[in-house]
């Protein structure tokens, strides 16, 4: 198959089957670190009970699975898309994600719902190829309920070799963090030391988060945190401190991966209100560190609009 990135821009992926049930919304949950009285998210018959809102970001990999699935033969067995290069699945960097939350989702599928997934955006540098891909999760009728963006970050990729880059759609686009005022909120929460064993059971089996090996031959010393878990962490801390902890309070939540996550690492979420609009949706930009280390482990932004 020849490399032609501008043929593959545009690209609409085979439609992948979805569903879930009430127990993978609780699994979910306590996989970005729910807590007891966290009752509307870990408890089926509290009367608020609903899908933590950034619950979709798990159906691409968990597909219509209930058992677990073999991360590495997933991976080999991935559609190939035309004109993109094969790139080395051991160098494939979670680099962004975004959720825009479109209508409240069931508590349980049931019918035959899907993501449709399309190509958008393609950027080649000198370390490698980022590829952004649209998702939308949509019911039997075809009706949206979420879009999210997530791009991947090909290491070592090659496929120009020239700067190249085209986008045809965009995700929500964050605003920067302002580093000269002091946040209005900080929420600070500890990772457990199983957090990475819990938050797989969503469906994310890859051995990294597990199994000590590929992470110290990574460089990372040890098995790492799941980051959409560390983006589940901050999507809580974010929406208790400014939106109630009302879950159709989050209308779009996006973040940038920029180091690692050990499980028992602390976790400091920083949060900032950017603007507020006449009919109260609110904007917020945020942070969150590894608290020990001080080092940013992830950059983002949510809109909102508490009831
Ligand atoms: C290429 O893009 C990646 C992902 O955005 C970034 O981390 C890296 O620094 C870039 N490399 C160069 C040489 O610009
Ligand atoms: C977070 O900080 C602590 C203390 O410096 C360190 O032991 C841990 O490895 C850090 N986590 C990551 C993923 O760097």
């Known amino acids: 198959m020849s490399v032609d990135l501008s043929k593959a821009i545009g690209y609409q992926l085979q439609d992948q089957p979805v569903a879930w049930t009430k127990k993978d919304l609780l699994l979910y949950a306590v996989g970005i670190g729910a807590k007891k009285d966290d009752l509307p998210f870990v408890y089926e018959l509290d009367k608020s009970f609903a ?70 955006g393609i950027h080649e540098n000198k370390s490698g190829v980022i590829v952004e891909v649209e998702t939308l999760l949509v019911d039997g009728n075809g ?37 000269e005022r002091t946040p209005d909120h900080v929420v600070t929460e500890a990772t457990s030391e199983e957090q990475a064993i819990i938050y797989r059971l969503s469906g994310d089996f890859n ?68 603007s507020e609009s006449v009919d109260g949706v609110i904007e917020v930009a945020f942070l969150t560190k590894n608290l020990t280390s001080g080092k940013v482990s992830m950059i983002g932004d949510e809109v909102m609009r508490p009831s």
Request: positive net charge; proline residues 10%; glycine residues 10%.
């Open 51 to 120: 899908a933590f809102p950034t619950f979709p970001v798990v159906l691409n990999l968990k597909g219509q699975s209930t058992d677990v699935t073999d991360f590495n033969k997933l991976v080999q067995d991935s559609e190939p898309v035309p004109g993109l290069p094969k790139f080395d699945p051991r160098r494939i960097v979670h680099g962004s994600q975004s959720i825009e939350s479109l209508k409240p989702l069931p508590t349980e599928s049931g019918g035959d719902w899907k993501l449709k997934r399309r190509i958008i």
């Open 207 to 274: 051995p990294l988060h597990i199994d000590p090996r590929p992470g110290q031959k990574a460089g990372f010393g040890g098995a790492i945190l799941h980051g959409l878990s560390t983006f589940g962490f901050a999507a809580r801390a974010v929406l208790k401190a400014v939106g109630n902890n009302d879950p159709t309070a989050l209308l779009a939540f996006g973040a940038r991966f920029t180091s690692p996550v050990k499980p028992g690492d602390s976790l400091e979420t920083s949060t900032w209100r950017m």
């Open 143 to 179: 009706v949206p309920y979420s879009r999210m963006v997530s791009a991947t970050f090909n290491v070592g990729g090659k496929a120009t070799g020239q700067k190249f880059s085209r986008v045809i759609a965009v995700a929500p686009s964050p605003q920067a963090v302002p580093n």
